[in-house]
């Protein structure tokens, strides 16, 4: 890592943040696709888009 390299804080400190919150926008949004598959699922509409997840 360039950070580590040239033993730099505030680099790897920025880096850290930023690699956290990409992963918490991430996470963010698997939760919501989780839950709009199972609102689809539900209702009985789009079921057929869902592929191998519909049981």
């Known amino acids: 890592m360039i ?3 040239q ?3 505030p680099l790897l400190t920025t880096a850290f943040i ?3 919150v990409l992963t918490g926008l991430g ?5 919501k696709m ?3 598959v199972y609102q ?3 209702s009985g509409t ?3 888009s869902l592929g191998a997840l519909a049981c």
């Open 3 to 5: 950070a580590s390299m």
């Open 7 to 9: 033993k730099s804080l």
């Open 18 to 20: 930023i690699l956290f």
């Open 27 to 31: 996470n963010g949004s698997m939760y």
């Open 34 to 36: 989780i839950l709009g």
């Open 40 to 42: 689809a699922r539900a």
């Open 46 to 48: 789009g079921t057929e």
